[in-house]
Nanobody, 116 residues
Framework: VQLVESGGGLVQPGGSLRLSCAAS????????MSWYRQAPGKERELVAG????????KYADSVKGRFTISRDNARKTVYLQMDNLNPEDTAVYYC??????????WGQGTQVTVSS
């Protein structure tokens, strides 16, 4: 099982980034996919989630209207489009795949830094 995040980096306030998470080794289309983030000194928090078939997505209040989660089941990839970034969005972003308690997988994380 692998979840490999990419697309992080340094961006100025107001800028955009698109994170990708490429999955392998499990039945991606059956899993709920989510993005979490963890800032220094803070707990990991849910940023956005999307069910196995797509459709109704969920967002943290702090990112609603700025971030968009999507998935491509054929490519086994989930994306997080992040627009109008601000310094409070600085964190390590993690991809998560869940089917049930026994099938709960995490990526290694990708750093997003928002700074001028």
């Amino acid at each position: 099982v692998q979840l490999v995040e990419s697309g992080g980096g340094l961006v100025q306030p107001g800028g955009s980034l698109r994170l990708s998470c490429a999955a392998s080794g499990f039945a991606f289309s059956f899993f709920r996919m989510s993005w979490y983030r963890q800032a220094p000194g803070k707990e990991r928090e849910l940023v956005a989630g999307i069910p196995s078939g797509g459709g109704r997505t969920k967002y943290a209040d702090s990112v609603k209207g700025r971030f968009t989660i999507s998935r491509d089941n054929a490519r086994k990839t989930v994306y997080l489009q992040m627009d109008n970034l601000n310094p409070e969005d600085t964190a390590v972003y993690y991809c998560n795949a869940v089917y049930d308690r026994r099938n709960d997988f995490w990526g290694q994380g990708t750093q997003v830094t928002v700074s001028s």
